[in-house]
């Protein structure tokens, strides 16, 4: 923001500039007295006493320019725009050629007050004049994109009906800046009552939210601001922005803080590479929990307040990354905001064209790993006003945000609203995987890691663990794709499942119910994300993440031997499926063997038909039947 600050300290000096080489636009000494006594006035930043003193100027003689662009400066500098348009549209109106930087200011607030076609006008004007710095330059044809950019904005309006989310959530006080758990069971804000930001929560009961309650005085302070928070998918995360705390390293930093059964635990700061002795804040954290998108003024940026990332590695939060030049600008970029797409970035600038002042952007994530240069949300979601602090539903249909509108009937201050998302501005569609795991024979919660794999690359998508108390666990996945889930735990057989998102429309959630075995002889694993062609053996590539969860088991447990196995359906030949499913279970066989594991623990058996563990009935039943199975045969 340079420029804007450049632009902001030369308010009153155009005009004695001016003045310094020319003689007054008046000579009235009753004008001049009274100018003289508001230049003393604004010396003494009494900005309502300049403001009376320069009126009585004008009384005296209307035609005094300077002191209708002076006045105009003071109305600016209160932000009390209409009327310092009006001041300089006076000074024009007296002399147009009197100073050119008139032309730039009625410009600016020209277009914090909606009126673009006359702001480009004036802009246009200024840019008419020779010697303009190569700063100014550079701002005023910005702000003719803006203009441009607003006029085609306001001819094309996209769909937007904001909804206030209601008494339970708003108050008399102010709320922004809300994040809702993938699920939509819990919605995070911050709500400020005096001087004091804290974080509030309010759960979903039947689609209803219920009245917000204060989240904890683990993280919520006395002495201190907690503010722009994000939350993990899954409701157990919470990075925040912690500012001027004692165990911070600068004036903001970014904290984090762990769900604990119904409570949380300590925040701890994040340190080094992330926070630093500048300004740290408004942390995104990725549906994986591995990338963490954040607002710095760190050095390295492009200007102003810009994008990071830094992803988390074996040893900690890696070295922070710039987003770059297709997101951040040489003003402010804040407020991102991940999708659990993990591809689409919403966020808050007022470098990119838009309506004036902050507006909201999307970029996506290209096939080159590049973010693509962002979109406008349109108008009205956007306007003349600073929208900012937008986050999105996990489905990505609706929206949240905050506003002090008055058009819109809040309950006092900012409120938090809702609203349908453009289907153009959308994320890609995804979904989420919510579960619990138990023991199997004591029905007792279990705490083991998850892991969803997707299949076409065999990468993961997600690692946690379920939760300790009561074995939950939740995940988010972007549908078109195909996925593998594995379960484990020390002492337990693991669990595997697979299920594709090819294709997938309905937004409707996985629900699954796990229960793991213990290690036992007998105890089977079905083998669910090994694949074959049709009538053949030989292993796809979407098998490999599984081969090597097995390869992992029995590794961790040395001592084991087991039977692999093949099964078939009932269509066709017995002998022709004896023989299918003997092979295929040799495949898998010989790839344990081919990649370490020693064939004294291994043997294999095709079943054929024989065995089946649903009626051949339908195809999806007997798709159950066609599967790869191992048993414990001694431990």
Avoid at 166 to 195: H, Q, W
Avoid at 292 to 308: C, E, H, P, Q, T
Avoid at 355 to 380: A, H
Avoid at 523 to 546: C, G, R
Wanted: charged fraction near 20%.
């Amino acid at each position: 923001m340079k420029i804007v600050i450049i632009s902001i300290l030369s308010i009153f000096i155009s005009v004695a500039a001016w003045s310094q080489q020319n003689q007054y636009t008046t000579t009235n000494r009753g004008a001049l007295k009274y100018f003289a006594a508001a230049s003393q006035n604004l010396d003494d930043h009494l900005y309502d006493d300049a403001i009376a003193n320069l009126k009585k100027a004008i009384n005296e003689d209307s035609k005094f320019i300077e002191a209708h662009v002076q006045l105009a400066d003071v109305f600016r500098l209160k932000h009390q725009y209409k009327q310092a348009i009006e001041q300089y549209l006076n000074a024009i109106a007296l002399n147009p050629e009197f100073n050119r930087s008139v032309y730039l200011k009625v410009g600016e607030i020209e277009i914090t007050e909606a009126k673009y076609t006359q702001a480009q006008q004036h802009i246009e004007k200024y840019l008419t004049y020779a010697d303009i710095t190569p700063q100014n330059n550079v701002y005023a044809q910005k702000l003719i994109k803006d203009c441009v950019f607003s006029i085609q904005a306001m001819q094309h309006p996209v769909a937007f009906k904001p909804v206030n989310m209601g008494p339970e959530i708003n108050t008399a006080n102010d709320e922004y800046l809300p994040v809702a758990t993938a699920d939509e069971s819990m919605l995070i804000f911050t709500r400020k009552i005096g001087s004091n930001e804290d974080f509030y929560k309010s759960l979903n009961n039947k689609g209803e939210w219920q009245t917000a309650t204060y989240l904890s005085d683990q993280i919520n302070t006395a002495e201190y601001n907690e503010g722009a928070q994000s939350i993990s998918q899954d409701g157990k995360y919470l990075f925040f922005t912690g500012c001027n705390r004692p165990d911070g390293m600068g004036r903001c930093d970014i904290y984090i803080a762990q769900k604990k059964g119904d409570g949380w635990g300590k925040p701890a700061d994040l340190s080094a590479p992330v926070n630093t002795p500048g300004w740290e804040s408004q942390p995104s954290i990725s549906a994986d929990g591995r990338t963490l998108y954040f607002v710095s003024n760190r050095a390295g940026g492009y200007g102003g307040y810009d994008i990071w990332k830094s992803t988390l590695t074996d040893k900690g939060w890696g070295k922070p990354e710039n987003l770059g030049p297709n997101i951040n600008t040489s003003y402010n970029e804040q407020s991102p905001f991940i999708h659990p797409d993990d591809s689409t970035l919403y966020f808050s600038s007022n470098g990119w064209p838009g309506l004036g002042n902050k507006d909201i952007f999307v970029s996506r994530l290209g096939k080159d790993g590049k973010w693509q240069k962002p979109e406008n949300l349109g108008y009205p979601i956007n306007s003349n006003g600073d929208e900012n602090g937008l986050t999105l539903t996990a489905n990505g249909n609706y929206a949240f945000f905050a506003s002090d509108n008055p058009n819109l009937n809040g309950y006092g201050g900012y409120d938090i609203y809702t609203f349908e998302l453009p289907v153009n501005v959308r994320p890609h569609m995804v979904t989420y995987v919510k579960g619990s795991v138990s023991d199997a024979k004591s029905k007792q919660p279990l705490e083991a890691a998850i892991e969803i794999i997707d299949l076409q690359n065999n990468q993961p998508v997600y690692q946690d663990y379920s939760d300790d108390d009561n074995g939950n666990f939740l995940a988010t996945i972007t549908s078109g794709k195909n996925y593998g889930i594995n379960i484990s735990k020390s002492g337990y057989l693991f669990y595997s499942e697979n299920f594709s998102l090819v294709g997938h429309q309905a937004k409707n959630p996985f629900n699954i119910t796990v229960t793991l075995s213990p290690i036992e002889v007998g105890n089977k694993v079905i083998l669910k994300n090994i694949f074959f062609d049709t009538n053949k053996f030989e292993l796809e590539s979407e098998s490999k993440a599984e081969l090597l969860k097995l390869i992992e088991f029995l590794t961790t447990n040395p001592t084991l031997r087991i039977e692999i196995s093949g099964h078939t359906d009932n269509i066709g030949p017995d002998q022709i499926n004896q023989t299918l499913s003997e092979n295929r279970a040799k495949s898998v066989y010989q790839y344990l063997i081919n990649n370490g594991i020693v064939a004294a623990r291994l043997v294999y058996k095709g079943y054929g038909k024989t065995q089946p563990i649903a009626p051949n009935d339908s195809e999806e039943n007997r798709a159950k039947n066609r599967r790869t199975e191992f048993k414990i045969i001694s431990k």
